[in-house]
């Protein structure tokens, strides 16, 4: 994927990562849900399943904002009460200071559904060309636009393919170009990382960054913890219906009373005498060992560096290390 924004940029010359502002959401609350709840029922009108419980939250202009929880928890629910597919059995939901209800806002609105039900015969071109349309997209600006959004996503190569050849994360880029057509202020994502490898997931996450830098609203639901952590400004833990955490990512997982101090170069003396000092001010010496990376950049850092160099074979230090201490207890058993 292009994750550098310029499609975007070049379709919004008079943005210039502004945030839009439109009169009816001075308060700068772009989602509200007020005690909002959703049973579901069967076909006599009988308690299914009560899959939301008297949630409120609220989602504000220019921020990114996760809804995270397990299986069932009822993030789906919650997403499609937000656009409308839903009616709340008790409660409320402010869309732009609109009901939910009201379809006028879904223009204003980009959503990319748990799974895309997309015309496999179609190319990804004729995809969104279909989905131009539907917004009474002129035959100028759709090509225009098409073609900025196959770019963004990554499918260049593949856009005269139909959709029924297309790998799962192939789909799930052209779920996500279908999303944005509109080139909308509100941008609802479920799932957005299903089925992507680690770089098309590192890329949809640029991606979101990028669509927030340009002042777009982002409501995204995940049970992929990394991915909250690494995009989201808040986030709300959803447990079987219930509101369980809200606040900001950072505050959420700061652990308090814990200092964490990087360092480069410090030789064994160095690292004795700093522990020396933190017990002379009364604290207690936790570790003092080299941090570990993650398992994602790992990952890139493998692709990138075949990449650069096909055909060798990365060995790790201590695979290395592991190899020539078997090698010495042959050595020494022979
Ligand atoms: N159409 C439906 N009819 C009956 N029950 C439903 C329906 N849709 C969802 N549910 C139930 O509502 C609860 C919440 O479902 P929801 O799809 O919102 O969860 P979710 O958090 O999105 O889960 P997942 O992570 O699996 O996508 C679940 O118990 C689910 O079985
Ligand atoms: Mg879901």
Same mark, same amino acid.
């Given at each position: 994927?292009?994750t550098?924004?310029?499609? *975007?940029?070049? /379709?919004?010359?008079?943005?210039?990562a502004?945030? @839009?502002?439109?009169?009816?959401?001075?308060?700068?609350?772009?989602?509200?849900?007020?005690?909002?709840?959703?049973?579901?029922?069967? !076909?006599?009108?009988?308690?299914? &399943? /009560?899959?939301?419980? =008297?949630?409120?939250i609220?989602?504000?202009?220019?921020?990114?904002?996760?809804?995270?929880?397990?299986?069932? #928890?009822?993030k789906?629910?919650?997403?499609?009460?937000?656009?409308?597919?839903?009616?709340? =059995?008790?409660?409320?939901?402010?869309?732009?200071?609109?009901?939910?209800?009201?379809?006028?806002?879904?223009?204003?609105?980009g959503?990319?559904?748990e799974?895309?039900?997309?015309?496999? !015969?179609?190319?990804?071109?004729?995809?969104?060309? !279909?989905?131009?349309r539907l917004?009474?997209? =002129?035959?100028?600006?759709?090509?225009?636009?098409?073609?900025? %959004?196959?770019?963004?996503?990554? *499918?260049a190569?593949?856009?005269?393919?139909? *959709?029924?050849?297309? =790998?799962?994360?192939?789909?799930?880029?052209?779920?996500?170009?279908?999303?944005?057509?509109?080139?909308?202020?509100?941008?609802?994502?479920?799932?957005?990382?299903?089925?992507?490898?680690?770089?098309?997931?590192?890329?949809?996450?640029?991606?979101?960054?990028?669509l927030?830098?340009?002042?777009?609203?982002? %409501?995204?639901?995940?049970?992929?913890?990394?991915?909250?952590q690494?995009?989201?400004d808040?986030?709300?833990?959803?447990?079987?219906?219930? %509101?369980?955490?809200?606040?900001r990512?950072?505050?959420? %997982?700061?652990v308090q009373? &814990?200092?964490? @101090?990087?360092?480069?170069?410090?030789?064994?003396?160095?690292? #004795?005498?700093?522990?020396?000092?933190?017990?002379?001010h009364?604290?207690?010496?936790?570790?003092?060992?080299?941090?570990?990376?993650?398992?994602?950049?790992?990952?890139?850092?493998?692709?990138?560096?075949?990449?650069?160099?096909?055909?060798?074979?990365?060995? #790790?230090?201590?695979?290395?290390?592991?190899?020539?201490?078997?090698?010495?207890?042959?050595?020494?058993g022979?």
């Amino acid at each position: 994927m292009d994750t550098d924004s310029t499609a *975007l940029a070049e /379709n919004e010359p008079n943005a210039a990562a502004q945030p @839009v502002h439109n009169d009816d959401e001075k308060s700068g609350v772009i989602i509200e849900t007020r005690n909002l709840s959703k049973i579901y029922r069967d !076909f006599w009108g009988r308690k299914k &399943v /009560n899959a939301l419980k =008297s949630l409120d939250i609220e989602v504000r202009q220019g921020e990114i904002f996760g809804l995270l929880g397990p299986n069932g #928890s009822g993030k789906s629910t919650t997403i499609k009460l937000i656009l409308g597919l839903l009616f709340p =059995s008790s409660g409320r939901v402010l869309v732009f200071d609109k009901d939910a209800s009201e379809t006028s806002k879904n223009e204003r609105i980009g959503y990319l559904p748990e799974e895309s039900y997309l015309y496999k !015969f179609l190319t990804a071109e004729e995809t969104l060309d !279909f989905y131009g349309r539907l917004f009474d997209m =002129s035959g100028a600006d759709r090509k225009k636009r098409v073609a900025e %959004l196959i770019q963004l996503v990554g *499918l260049a190569g593949a856009k005269h393919r139909q *959709l029924k050849e297309y =790998s799962k994360g192939m789909t799930r880029r052209v779920g996500l170009a279908q999303a944005l057509i509109n080139d909308p202020d509100l941008i609802l994502l479920d799932e957005p990382t299903t089925g992507l490898d680690p770089i098309g997931t590192r890329e949809m996450k640029d991606l979101i960054l990028a669509l927030k830098e340009r002042g777009k609203t982002i %409501l995204l639901c995940s049970h992929q913890l990394a991915d909250v952590q690494d995009v989201c400004d808040r986030v709300a833990i959803l447990h079987q219906g219930e %509101l369980k955490e809200l606040g900001r990512v950072s505050d959420l %997982l700061k652990v308090q009373d &814990v200092t964490e @101090v990087h360092a480069e170069g410090l030789s064994e003396d160095a690292k #004795s005498e700093i522990a020396e000092v933190i017990k002379r001010h009364g604290g207690t010496l936790k570790s003092i060992d080299n941090p570990t990376a993650t398992m994602e950049d790992l990952f890139l850092n493998i692709v990138r560096e075949s990449e650069a160099r096909p055909g060798a074979r990365r060995v #790790s230090a201590a695979e290395t290390q592991d190899a020539s201490d078997s090698g010495q207890q042959e050595e020494a058993g022979q």
